[in-house]
């Protein structure tokens, strides 16, 4: 990102991250990758396994696999994010996925090996790059119907369309070249030529440049769309296969399939400013809405890799009292005269050098847009999270056997950035079910009851317990026989018997009086003819009497 003479910044990114924070396993043999508008999801295709995996962004695991036609290659998603579009290279189609559902909504043939894909900025229109046909076929969202053919060069490869819809860009591998289509007449009205293999190609956000990486020159080429020049030829890569752009234009990021890195391009000086690694032949990649993560797909490992946003707050989000160290990253950042949270000031502002400051946060409430403002301007605002204090309101159960493995729930309020939870002295890894819920599973421990404290970015809630409970023991029953119509008050004596929940002759239920917690009165239903053995449960375990009851 860029602060100050083209003022913009984006959040939450740890400084010198370079290696992945999280890798996801999907199918065999992924390529493509594709996020949702909202950011909620991560869409890949499974060349090997014709599957395409749904990743949810917040939980980083796999929800979905959705079986599509063989060989699935390019995807690309909707401005509304209601369908996702899949390019079926062996199966020769094109199908929509409705995300609400996460099926198959429509298919198109005679694709003719379709590789990439894009759709225009208004939904109407998919272009589809078919390399059998070296041509661009369109298709019309509305019916799912293919519109036609335009003829371009020789094996068309990826797709871009420019943010006005006006133009499309065909990169073709096999002429060293890309077709210019105008939109409004469906032909190829321009060559952009002097490259060497380019697999793909992407405009940025203001319609301004196209950045094309040459996979068989090691090289990435800008050019400026008004005059078609090369206008800067980068080195220093392995390969290039996929360029994705940030929102705001500031960063590239490229796909070093020959090296297993991802390297990130500052725009504005056309220098990579970062260099990730710890990857496998890196394919497609894909910058999240608010340019803090990038997935890419690991066509090596069958895996995508979540990698840090390079600019932006670290964290994004801390209790509403203020007091939050946060570090900004980003460039142009000397000269630095203040940052704002809303409309207070940061404190403790340190300007660490020209791509760093730390600051602490004022108190504030909600979600408010941090900027930056330097003698250039100021910067494009980013969210800050306010996270208010958590709440406990109950636990279900809460209680259970001191040998651990039970399921617990904890519902309140202001759950959802949990970090920690604590039973006594055993820290447990919580689950988050939602705002108001979360799970733990208790570990073993001594009887009694513990603390309960849960921990979150917003502060802590330590006003709920737990009782951990030793198991019951039956240490007599009587009588020990009765009548097979049942109705015999039978009395079990042992220990721990106060919190009982079931007592069962064989499978049966019983009807059940606890009259301490050494003494249960019960009623023995009725039976066939035979011994049973009389067992009683409790919250901490169960135990048996040591005589079987015997109907007569």
Same mark, same amino acid.
């Given at each position: 990102?860029?602060?100050?003479?083209?003022?913009?910044?984006?959040?939450?990114?740890?400084?010198?991250?370079?290696?992945?924070?999280?890798?996801?396993?999907?199918?065999?043999?992924?390529?493509?990758?594709?996020?949702?508008?909202?950011?909620?999801?991560?869409?890949?295709?499974?060349?090997?396994?014709?599957?395409?995996?749904?990743?949810?962004?917040?939980?980083?695991?796999?929800?979905?696999?959705?079986?599509?036609?063989?060989?699935?290659? *390019?995807?690309?998603?909707?401005?509304?994010?209601?369908?996702?579009?899949?390019?079926?290279?062996?199966?020769?189609?094109?199908?929509?996925?409705?995300?609400?559902?996460?099926?198959?909504?429509?298919?198109?043939?005679?694709?003719?090996?379709? %590789?990439?894909?894009?759709?225009?900025?208004?939904?109407?229109?998919?272009?589809?790059?078919?390399?059998?046909?070296?041509?661009?076929?369109?298709?019309?969202?509305?019916?799912?119907?293919?519109?036609?053919?335009?003829?371009?060069?020789?094996?068309?490869?990826?797709?871009?369309?420019?943010?006005?819809?006006?133009?499309?860009?065909?990169?073709?591998?096999?002429?060293?070249?890309?077709?210019?289509?105008?939109?409004?007449?469906?032909?190829?009205?321009?060559?952009?030529?002097?490259?060497?293999?380019?697999?793909?190609?992407? %405009?940025?956000?203001?319609?301004?440049?196209?950045?094309?990486?040459?996979?068989?020159?090691?090289?990435?080429?800008?050019?400026?769309?008004?005059?078609?020049?090369?206008?800067?030829?980068?080195?220093?890569?392995?390969?290039?296969?996929?360029?994705?752009?940030?929102?705001?234009?500031?960063?590239?990021?490229?796909?070093?399939?020959?090296?297993?890195?991802?390297?990130?391009?500052?725009?504005?000086?056309?220098?990579?400013?970062?260099?990730?690694?710890?990857?496998?032949?890196?394919?497609?990649?894909?910058?999240?809405?608010?340019?803090?993560?990038?997935?890419?797909?690991?066509?090596?490992?069958?895996?995508?890799?979540?990698?840090?946003?390079?600019?932006?707050?670290?964290?994004?989000?801390?209790?509403?009292?203020?007091?939050?160290?946060?570090?900004?990253?980003?460039?142009?950042?000397? *000269?630095?005269?203040?940052?704002?949270?809303?409309?207070?000031?940061?404190?403790?502002?340190?300007?660490?050098?020209?791509? /760093?400051?730390?600051?602490?946060?004022?108190?504030?409430?909600?979600?408010?847009?941090?900027?930056?403002?330097?003698?250039?301007?100021?910067?494009?605002?980013?969210?800050?999270?306010?996270?208010?204090?958590?709440?406990?309101?109950?636990?279900?159960?809460?209680?259970?056997?001191?040998?651990?493995?039970?399921?617990?729930?904890? /519902?309140?309020?202001?759950?959802?950035?949990?970090?920690?939870?604590?039973?006594?002295?055993?820290?447990?890894?919580?689950?988050?079910?939602?705002?108001?819920?979360?799970?733990?599973?208790?570990?073993?421990?001594?009887?009694?009851?513990?603390?309960?404290?849960?921990?979150?970015?917003?502060?802590?809630?330590?006003?709920?317990?737990?009782?951990?409970?030793?198991?019951?023991?039956?240490?007599?029953?009587?009588?020990?026989?009765?009548?097979?119509?049942?109705?015999?008050?039978?009395?079990?004596?042992?220990?721990?018997?106060?919190?009982?929940?079931?007592?069962?002759?064989?499978?049966?239920?019983?009807?059940?009086?606890?009259?301490?917690?050494?003494?249960?009165?019960?009623?023995?239903?009725?039976?066939?003819?035979?011994?049973? /053995?009389?067992?009683?449960?409790?919250?901490?375990?169960?135990?048996?009497?040591?005589?079987?009851?015997?109907?007569?």
């Amino acid at each position: 990102m860029v602060i100050g003479a083209s003022s913009t910044l984006n959040r939450s990114a740890a400084p010198a991250v370079t290696a992945p924070v999280a890798t996801v396993p999907v199918g065999a043999g992924p390529v493509g990758v594709v996020i949702t508008p909202d950011g909620r999801w991560a869409y890949v295709s499974d060349y090997g396994d014709g599957t395409v995996k749904v990743i949810s962004t917040s939980t980083r695991a796999v929800t979905a696999s959705i079986a599509v036609g063989s060989g699935p290659w *390019g995807l690309a998603a909707t401005p509304d994010g209601r369908q996702v579009y899949v390019a079926n290279y062996a199966a020769n189609t094109v199908q929509a996925i409705d995300t609400a559902t996460n099926t198959i909504a429509g298919t198109v043939t005679g694709m003719a090996n379709p %590789v990439g894909l894009a759709v225009t900025p208004d939904g109407s229109r998919v272009y589809v790059a078919c390399q059998r046909l070296n041509g661009v076929h369109v298709i019309d969202t509305a019916t799912l119907t293919d519109l036609g053919e335009i003829a371009v060069g020789t094996g068309p490869r990826n797709i871009a369309i420019s943010p006005d819809g006006r133009h499309v860009y065909v990169s073709e591998e096999g002429d060293n070249a890309i077709s210019v289509i105008d939109t409004a007449t469906a032909t190829a009205t321009a060559r952009l030529t002097g490259f060497l293999f380019p697999r793909v190609c992407a %405009v940025t956000p203001d319609g301004r440049y196209l950045y094309v990486p040459n996979y068989g020159g090691n090289t990435v080429d800008v050019v400026d769309l008004a005059t078609g020049t090369t206008i800067a030829s980068l080195l220093g890569f392995s390969l290039p296969f996929m360029v994705a752009i940030t929102r705001d234009g500031t960063l590239a990021y490229i796909s070093d399939s020959g090296n297993g890195t991802v390297s990130a391009i500052d725009t504005a000086t056309h220098t990579i400013v970062r260099t990730y690694g710890g990857l496998n032949t890196p394919y497609y990649l894909a910058v999240t809405p608010d340019d803090l993560q990038i997935y890419v797909v690991n066509n090596g490992a069958s895996t995508v890799s979540v990698l840090p946003g390079l600019t932006g707050l670290f964290p994004d989000q801390g209790p509403t009292g203020g007091g939050t160290p946060v570090t900004i990253i980003g460039t142009h950042l000397t *000269g630095t005269t203040a940052v704002h949270f809303g409309n207070r000031l940061a404190t403790h502002v340190v300007v660490v050098d020209d791509n /760093e400051i730390t600051c602490v946060t004022p108190a504030g409430q909600g979600v408010v847009d941090v900027t930056v403002t330097t003698p250039g301007g100021t910067s494009f605002p980013v969210p800050f999270y306010y996270i208010p204090l958590p709440r406990i309101a109950a636990l279900h159960p809460s209680a259970g056997p001191m040998a651990g493995g039970t399921t617990v729930t904890i /519902e309140g309020r202001n759950l959802q950035t949990v970090t920690t939870v604590t039973f006594g002295t055993a820290t447990l890894v919580p689950t988050v079910l939602s705002d108001s819920q979360i799970t733990v599973t208790t570990a073993p421990a001594a009887p009694g009851t513990v603390p309960v404290v849960v921990t979150t970015v917003g502060g802590v809630a330590d006003d709920a317990t737990y009782t951990y409970l030793a198991p019951p023991s039956a240490t007599a029953i009587s009588p020990v026989t009765g009548p097979a119509a049942g109705g015999t008050t039978v009395t079990l004596t042992g220990t721990g018997l106060a919190t009982t929940t079931t007592v069962a002759f064989g499978t049966t239920p019983a009807a059940f009086v606890v009259v301490s917690d050494t003494l249960i009165n019960a009623i023995a239903p009725a039976h066939t003819a035979g011994a049973v /053995e009389v067992t009683v449960t409790t919250p901490g375990g169960s135990a048996t009497a040591p005589e079987p009851y015997t109907y007569t």
